[in-house]
């Protein structure tokens, strides 16, 4: 499974920003690609961003695109989400995990799905006047 180390979230008013940051390792496939999921009470984990395994290729839930990047340090493995124009329906609790993944002649593909996650605690993110 992969091990993780999430930081950063918090409380931050409407319109605002606030940065997530997650650093793996031990993947259990060749793609590599890492996503942020967010939990809600009562819900189930939606997928809001992912990044493939090589930092080149990204994909994003409708309700962030345009608000949200994805990034990787491909010298760590740390994968970044900046989250801009915060809203309160962004609010939630981020996980970080594994996701699936493919190679097509464009090259790698991620996909908001997890793969083998650990979850861990997650980051909660409140956005709030």
């Known amino acids: 499974q992969l091990r993780i180390r999430e930081s950063g979230g918090g409380l931050v008013q409407p319109g605002g920003s606030l940065t997530l940051s997650c650093k793996a390792s031990g993947f259990t496939d060749g793609f590599g690609g890492i996503g942020w999921f967010r939990q809600v009470p009562g819900k189930g984990r939606v997928g809001v961003a992912c990044?493939?395994?090589?930092?080149?290729?990204?994909k994003y839930a409708d309700s962030v695109k345009g608000r949200f990047t994805i990034s990787k340090d491909n010298g760590d493995n740390t994968v970044t989400l900046s989250m801009n124009s915060l809203n309160t329906e962004d609010t939630g609790i981020y996980y970080c995990s594994e996701v699936a993944g493919s190679r097509g002649r464009s090259g790698l593909e991620c996909y908001l799905a997890a793969r083998n996650p650990n979850w861990g605690q997650g980051l909660q993110v409140t956005v709030s006047s």
């Open positions: 990044i493939t395994g090589d930092g080149i290729t990204t």
